[in-house]
């Protein structure tokens, strides 16, 4: 699948096509302006985001211990598979309808959100109600804990929160401003439940305290997403209400996105749940720390993904299969620069980054490195599920997930009884890498895009250079006594700078460059 040649450059080349060509060159181009424009703005949210994130996480894991972030993560996992039931995968569904709405003159947009978010609401009181009658039982029964019992009711209290501020997040970003809801899930409601947790636990110490400060940070984000969409999709602006058949067409996609969705979220959480049934809370605990450390190495698809997702339907739409051709392969070549920097840091300094949560944690470096590489896979595919998703190969992504479910359930059963912690992080690292090879094979086969080239190569040469700098620097900073806080920046900017200089040495590529002017000129 490396694209080991290229079109011959003397082929004839009709006055028709050259002008076709030409028009497909400025939409791509533009195409990279906005996604850059809008990325550059989703990176600030997101870097913020990283460091509440981290300081939220820091805050919780010493205030509780493992055992009591344990019962919290184990609280978590509950109300977000929950949660993903009463979202249905509407959020999903919208971004391939708005677009499609947008395209066709805008009117229906404020009734399809009106009627959907019904549904979610709706959804949400009643297993909210569920989750308190059933929380004793799965308290007993499964995590053999009876104290979580009291954990899993008051997180029911969060569920229509959870699941309004995920329906909403999406429409935000259906609408092509992933930059505002990105501003208030990754950064205003992090940052509210940060500033709420040690204000509340005076009132209500320990798990509780957290949880309810949590559940007020997710609410005022409701309000504001709520405000937002009102202003953007104003009633005076809808010429006709959306039609009968357009409705139910919407929710007909929304089912196997739904599956798409619940599938990721039972991957994304059965190694915990797993672990909760075999391990104590408190390796739960030191294995959630590592796991959501690892989940960094994605912060370049987290932040590309929503903004590509629509435009892949668009240009689905309009059938430009060139630009949707380069805006996959060019999605994939920044998945995988990403990745593989944030992954040569994370390998080269994954006991000083545990760390900084206490010393306890430090016994998940393990989990970490393997969890770490399966993301890397994740990453290194490119958006082929988004693609597929996005094109109308939903039922195939569909089956893949359902794939990927059963062999990473059928291998936490297997090796988590047998190595703990570390048999959860590579049963969530192999099927990842597996699924993830089986998509982008499909995608060729579908499509016959090609998701590399050649030209990967002086990108993978200065990410290796620059791994090799930053691990001798630890090395030496090591051997000379120094401590995790002086070890991580220094090899950390070594690293930084080492990348950057082979970069400019090697030359950046067309789209990069754009990238870049569009970057100064934000």
Not at 183 to 207: D, E, H, R
Not at 242 to 258: A, C, N, Q
Not at 282 to 303: H, N, Q, R, T, W
């Amino acid at each position: 699948m490396v694209a080991l040649m290229s079109p011959p450059l003397s082929s004839p080349v009709a006055p028709s096509d050259e002008l076709a060509a030409a028009d497909t060159g400025a939409s791509f181009s533009q195409l990279i302006r906005n996604i850059t424009r809008q990325g550059a703005i989703v990176l600030l949210t997101r870097g913020a985001a990283i460091l509440l994130g981290f300081a939220v996480t820091i805050c919780v894991a010493r205030a509780l211990g493992p055992a009591g972030l344990g019962r919290f993560k184990l609280g978590s996992v509950v109300v977000t598979l929950i949660t993903t039931i009463c979202v249905l995968g509407l959020d999903r569904a919208l971004l391939r309808y708005i677009p499609m709405l947008e395209t066709r003159g805008g009117a229906g947009i404020r009734r399809l959100l009106l009627r959907s978010g019904s549904v979610v609401f709706g959804l949400s009181l009643l297993f909210g109600g569920l989750l308190v009658v059933a929380a004793p039982l799965i308290a007993d029964r499964y995590f053999h804990s009876p104290e979580m019992t009291g954990v899993l009711r008051m997180f029911s209290i969060q569920i229509p929160a959870l699941a309004l501020v995920r329906f909403l997040a999406g429409a935000a970003t259906a609408a092509k401003r992933i930059d505002f809801s990105s501003k208030i899930t990754n950064v205003f409601s992090p940052a509210l439940f940060l500033l709420l947790v040690p204000l509340i636990a005076l009132a209500y110490p320990g798990v509780f305290g957290v949880i309810t400060a949590r559940s007020f940070s997710q609410f005022a984000a409701v309000i504001w997403l709520v405000l937002f969409l009102a202003r953007r999709y104003q009633r005076v602006q809808e010429q006709s209400q959306v039609d009968i058949g357009t409705f139910k067409s919407y929710l007909k996609l929304s089912i196997p996105l739904f599956f798409i969705v619940a599938g990721y979220q039972l991957l994304g959480q059965t190694d915990t749940m797993v672990l909760g049934y075999f391990v104590s809370e408190k390796e739960v605990g030191i294995y959630s720390v590592a796991a959501k450390v690892s989940a960094f190495v994605l912060i370049g698809p987290d932040i590309l993904l929503p903004i590509v997702a629509p435009l892949f339907s668009e240009l689905n739409e309009k059938r430009d299969r060139a630009s949707l051709e380069a805006l996959f392969t060019t999605m994939t070549k920044w998945f995988c620069y990403s990745a593989l920097i944030i992954f040569a840091c994370m390998a080269i300094l994954r006991v000083e980054i545990l760390h900084v949560f206490g010393n306890a944690f430090t016994a998940g470096t393990t989990v970490l490195l393997i969890v770490a590489t399966g993301q890397l896979a994740n990453a290194l595919t490119g958006p082929t599920g988004a693609l597929l998703t996005m094109t109308g190969k939903q039922k195939l992504e569909v089956r893949n997930v359902a794939c990927l479910v059963l062999i990473n359930l059928l291998l936490n059963l297997w090796w988590v009884p047998r190595m703990g912690k570390s048999g959860a992080a590579l049963s969530t690292a192999v099927s990842i890498a597996l699924i993830n090879v089986i998509k982008l094979v499909q995608v060729y086969q579908i499509y016959g895009f090609r998701a590399y080239s050649l030209r990967l190569v002086k990108g993978l040469m200065a990410i290796g250079a620059a791994a090799f700098v930053g691990y001798l620097l630890r090395d030496v900073l090591f051997k000379v006594g120094c401590g995790p806080y002086t070890i991580m920046p220094a090899a950390a900017f070594g690293f930084i700078i080492t990348a950057a200089i082979v970069f400019w040495l090697f030359g950046l590529e067309k789209e990069d460059r754009m990238a870049f002017v569009a970057l100064r000129r934000r």
